[in-house]
């Protein structure tokens, strides 16, 4: 991995960073860079020592993955409904495929039983919204939800919860254990875990002398599927390579856009796990737990890729997805110094 310094990028872009890290001198950025088979490196820390971060619902890019997989191995099939896994009262639920790409009908992020109590509690950010769901409270809900809504784009954190009680159903193991050990084995992202080291985290955001602390998730909550794991920027540049590069079929698959999510009133389409364009070769996705935000693109046929990762508090942290973008913009057109 190359570093880069601030001067490699144009005036606009330096705006961005500093504007992300001049708010606090506790909030940290590290961005990473994919070119002609180069990852270079840019951050306000060492690149000796990558920070962990919590990656929120990039998370579902991978549990994406880890359900193909588990089809290459004839544990489930994307096509069959959710009921063919879970005993659940009689009603029309979804494919395995709808959950994936966010064309189930379960349009709302979450059943709000399932957050209210920590929204309660905690207020959000403060603590991971979906402490204390279990299986049972997935399944309970799913079972209050007979007939979705009719198929089309509606981003949702409970398909991918309800992915994680399928997959555990199929294969006989907890969530956690195989996605930590498909991360590992699979696709070789040794860093990237659920349970992380307090000691190998990045430091908490602080804001005005208050520090927020990070999502902490029990290994039983299917919900991890969604946005509970942590990695740092060597892992996730890796996994950006992966993306460009692999020809394993459960990485080549979710790339395929899914034509149910087309909309003639938006621009954004969906594959499995990853969101896309219409007209566009891109593939992203964002993520944000607690006070962590990351985004990642990538591009096969430009063979280019991006990931930005951030930690901080207020409204600052949006900038995150945008300074991405503009990432993304500024290798297209070749205006990054390398």
Same mark, same amino acid.
């Not at 009689?90 to 109590?117: A, F, M």
């Not at 509690?121 to 939800?145: F, P, Q």
């Given at each position: 991995m190359i570093k880069l310094e601030k001067d490699a990028f144009r005036p606009k872009v330096k705006a961005c960073i500093d504007g992300y890290l001049g708010i606090s001198d506790k909030y940290s950025l590290t961005v990473g860079l994919y070119r002609k088979g180069e990852v270079y490196l840019f951050g306000n820390h060492s690149p000796d020592q990558p920070l962990q971060y919590d990656i929120g619902s990039i998370s579902k890019t991978v549990t994406a993955h880890l359900i193909l997989h588990l089809q290459e191995k004839g544990l489930l099939d994307i096509e069959k409904r959710v009921s063919d896994y879970i005993d659940l009262p009689n009603g029309d639920y979804p494919t395995l495929y709808r959950l994936l790409t966010h064309t189930s009908g379960y349009k709302n992020l979450t059943p709000v039983e399932i957050i209210l109590p920590a929204l309660i509690k905690h207020g959000y950010a403060r603590r991971n919204v979906y402490d204390g769901c279990t299986t049972e409270s997935v399944i309970s809900c799913l079972g209050r939800r007979r007939k979705p809504m009719k198929a089309a784009y509606g981003y949702s954190d409970f398909a991918y919860a309800i992915l994680a009680v399928v997959a555990e159903r199929a294969a006989g193991r907890p969530i956690a254990e195989m996605i930590e050990e498909f991360v590992h084995e699979s696709l070789g992202m040794k860093n990237t875990t659920v349970l992380?080291?307090?000691?190998?985290?990045?430091?908490?955001?602080?804001?005005?002398?208050?520090?927020?602390?990070?999502?902490?998730? $029990?290994?039983?909550?299917?919900?991890?599927?969604?946005?509970?794991?942590?990695? $740092?920027?060597?892992?996730?540049?890796?996994?950006?390579?992966?993306?460009?590069?692999?020809?394993?079929?459960?990485?080549?698959?979710?790339?395929r856009r899914c034509e149910e999510s087309v909309s003639p009133h938006s621009n954004t389409a969906t594959c499995i796990g990853w969101h896309t364009y219409k007209k566009s070769n891109r593939h992203w996705h964002v993520g944000g737990a607690g006070t962590f935000r990351s985004s990642v693109i990538f591009d096969k046929k430009r063979q280019i890729a991006v990931c930005v990762m951030g930690n901080a508090m207020g409204i600052g942290s949006a900038n995150v997805h945008y300074l991405a973008k503009m990432l993304y913009g500024e290798m297209k057109t070749n205006k990054i110094k390398f």
């Amino acid at each position: 991995m190359i570093k880069l310094e601030k001067d490699a990028f144009r005036p606009k872009v330096k705006a961005c960073i500093d504007g992300y890290l001049g708010i606090s001198d506790k909030y940290s950025l590290t961005v990473g860079l994919y070119r002609k088979g180069e990852v270079y490196l840019f951050g306000n820390h060492s690149p000796d020592q990558p920070l962990q971060y919590d990656i929120g619902s990039i998370s579902k890019t991978v549990t994406a993955h880890l359900i193909l997989h588990l089809q290459e191995k004839g544990l489930l099939d994307i096509e069959k409904r959710v009921s063919d896994y879970i005993d659940l009262p009689n009603g029309d639920y979804p494919t395995l495929y709808r959950l994936l790409t966010h064309t189930s009908g379960y349009k709302n992020l979450t059943p709000v039983e399932i957050i209210l109590p920590a929204l309660i509690k905690h207020g959000y950010a403060r603590r991971n919204v979906y402490d204390g769901c279990t299986t049972e409270s997935v399944i309970s809900c799913l079972g209050r939800r007979r007939k979705p809504m009719k198929a089309a784009y509606g981003y949702s954190d409970f398909a991918y919860a309800i992915l994680a009680v399928v997959a555990e159903r199929a294969a006989g193991r907890p969530i956690a254990e195989m996605i930590e050990e498909f991360v590992h084995e699979s696709l070789g992202m040794k860093n990237t875990t659920v349970l992380c080291n307090p000691e190998q985290r990045n430091p908490p955001a602080v804001r005005k002398n208050r520090i927020y602390d990070y999502w902490k998730w $029990n290994k039983d909550n299917p919900y991890i599927a969604g946005g509970g794991l942590v990695s $740092n920027i060597e892992d996730m540049m890796h996994y950006l390579t992966l993306q460009l590069t692999s020809r394993e079929n459960y990485i080549t698959k979710a790339h395929r856009r899914c034509e149910e999510s087309v909309s003639p009133h938006s621009n954004t389409a969906t594959c499995i796990g990853w969101h896309t364009y219409k007209k566009s070769n891109r593939h992203w996705h964002v993520g944000g737990a607690g006070t962590f935000r990351s985004s990642v693109i990538f591009d096969k046929k430009r063979q280019i890729a991006v990931c930005v990762m951030g930690n901080a508090m207020g409204i600052g942290s949006a900038n995150v997805h945008y300074l991405a973008k503009m990432l993304y913009g500024e290798m297209k057109t070749n205006k990054i110094k390398f």
